[in-house]
C-alpha cells in the first residue's frame, strides 16, 4: 500500500506525542493564511495583535472551563517545559521559607527534587523507590513537614506508568503537582492545589509550552535572581506576554482545547480513557507472555509500560509493530522494554489495534 | 477579489514576523504526515527517535554553514526568548567575576542591563540616551572596564531601528550580541565574539525558539541557582536535549536555513538586504512627508521606523496600508509612529509596494 497523503499511524509516542488528526488538519488549512482572511500564518502575527490576543483569551477560557478553573487561580502560558519549571516551582512558591516537602514516585519526582535543593531543604516525605517505583505511596505513609512551603509531587509518572487516582490532602501548606502527563485526561479538582503545571507535548500540544495553574494569594514573592520571565506574578500581571509567547504552540493548544469541549469535556474524555487503559491492562493481565509491574490500583491511565517475557524478543516486537503503523512503542531508555501511552489523542480503535497485535505476537512467539 | 487560499499580504511586523512562504508551504504539506512517510507530524515525534535527531543536527549543520560558526563554538537551540537569556547570560558567563560591561542603545539594552543587574555590578560603558537613542555609540566613546567578565550590547535595536553597521573590539574580554533582530540577514564574523544569542521570531522561525552560539572554554561555570536547562555546558552536552526542545520551532527554522542556502547564502541575502533598505530610506530622506531620526550610518537594514509629518494621519496611513495588503506597519507602542520590518523572508517587491503606497499617501494627504 502507498504511504501517501493523510496514512497516518497510531502513535504512542510519550511526548512529544500525537496530537488529534482534526486539529492538525485545520492548523494545516490555515497554515499560511489564518482563516482565509489575515494573509498571515498564526506564526507570523504580532502577539500584541488583536488577532493572536484573541486566541490566547479564547485558549485560557477553554481551558478554564475544561478544568474549571476557580477565579483566583491565574493562568499562564509559560517556555521551557516542566523542567524549567523544576526550578520556576521553588522559585515562586518558596515566599521565604527555607524547606519543601517532595514526593518521590520515579525519574520526574526525582528530577524535580534534584532541581529544588538549589534553592532549598528538600524533606522527602514519601518515596516507592524501596520497590522500583511500582506504586503510589499511600497518604498515610507521608511524612508531611509543619513548616514547609509547599507539598510537591508528580501526579502521573510518564516512565515509571503509575498515576494518583486520590488527591493528597496537605492541609494549609499548598499542594504542587507536576501533572505533565495526564493534564486533561480527566476532571481535577483544582481547588485542592496550590499550583499545577504541565508540559503542553503529551495532552495540550506542541512541545515547547508549559501550562501553569496557581492560586493568586501564593505568587509576588520571588527569589533573588529569578528570571523576569520566571516571575509568576509578573508574568499573571502581563497575560503572560512580558516577552512573545510561543504563539504556534498556544494556538494549537487552544485547538486542543476546543477539540476536548466538542467532545463532550473531561469528563466524557474520562470515560474513553478509562476504556482504553482496561482493554490494554485486563488483555496484559490475562496471559503471562506480556507483562506489567504496577500496583493494579496505582496503574496510569495514559503511560502503560509493559515487557514481553523474553527481552530477545523485543526488537522483533518493535519492528513489525511499526510495519503495522503502531508507532513508539519502545520503552524509556531508562527502564527498558515497551511503553504504550494512550493520551487523549490516541483513540480506542489504535488501543484495539494494539492489542490484536500482541495477541498475534504472542501466538507466533510463545 | 476573494480573500481566499493562499493570498498573502506584505507583512511588516516586527517579531513574529514574516517567514517565507516556501517554508510555509512545505510544512503545510507535510504537517499530517511527514515526508509523506513517518506517519505523524514532526509535532508527533519523540525528540530522541532518528527522525528528529537528524532533522536538529541538520538544522545545526546548516546554521553552522550560513554563519560559519567556527569549530569551538556550541550551538544551542533553547527556550524562553532573548528575554529568559538575559538572565542566561549572566549566570553562564559572570564565571565567578563580578561586573559585566553593557552598551545601552534603546529598549532592549535597558531591558538586557536590567536582568543582569540581579546577577551582577552593571556598568554602562556606552549610551545613546542622550540623542533618544538615535545613533550607536562609537568605539572611541567606550569606558570598557578592565575586570568585566564580558561586554554585552544589542547589534540591533528592534525597536529603535539603529545597527551596528560594525563589530566592536573589546580585547580579551569575550563580546555578548544579542542578535535577535538581524541575526541571517548579513554575514557574522563569529570568531570576534564570545556569545551571540538571538530569539527566533524574526528571521530564524517561529517564536518559542532561541539560539545561542557560544565559545566553549566560555561555559562549565554558572551562578548558583541557575535552572539545568539554563546551563550552556549542560545543555551543549547534551545536544539541547536534557529536556524537549521545541521541536516544530527547530524543525522550522531548519527549513528557513535552508531556504536561506538555497538563495546562495548570507553574502547573497545580505545584498538583496542592502537593496531593500536603500530603496526605503532613499525615499523617505527624498521628502519631508515622512522622516526617520535615526543617523544615516547607524540606521538598521532591518527595522524602519518613520513618522508621518502630521500624527492626526497615522489612524488612516494604517487603515488603508492594511487595505492594501501591507500589514503590521504600527510602530511600538513605546515611540508611536510607523514601523516597517523587512527581514529576510519580506520581498524586495514588498518594500517596493510600500514605498509606491508611501508617496500615494503623501500626494493625497500632504
Redesign the interface.
Known sequence: MD???????Y?F???????P?EV??K??GE???WH??????V???????AEFTKIAADAERDLRTLLAIPGNYKVLFL??????H???VPMNLLRGMKKADYVNTGEWSKKAIA?AK??CEVNVVASSEDKNFTYAPKQSTWKLSADAAYVHYCSNETIGGVEFQWTPETGKVPLVSDMSSHILSRPVEVSKYGCIYA?A?KNIG????VVVIVREDLIGNV????????DYKKMAEADSM????????VY?AGLTFQWLLERGGLAAVEKVNVRKAKLLYDYIDSQDFYSNPIAKEDRSRMNVPFRLRDEKLDAKFLEQAEAR?L??LKGH?SVGGMRASIYNALPYEGVEALVGYMQEFARANG
Open positions: 504511504r501517501v497523503s493523510v496514512e497516518r499511524v502513535n509516542g510519550s511526548g512529544p506525542a500525537a496530537i488528526v492538525l488538519e492548523a494545516k497554515l499560511t493564511n482565509n482572511a489575515a494573509g498571515m500564518s506564526m507570523e502575527m504580532s502577539h500584541r495583535g517556555q521551557g517545559g516542566a523542567s524549567m523544576f526550578a520556576a532541581e538549589k534553592f508540559g507535548q506542541p512541545a515547547g509550552l527569589l533573588p535572581g529569578t528570571p523576569t520571565v520566571l512580558i516577552n512573545t509567547p510561543p504563539t504556534f504552540a494549537l503503523g508507532s513508539q531508555r
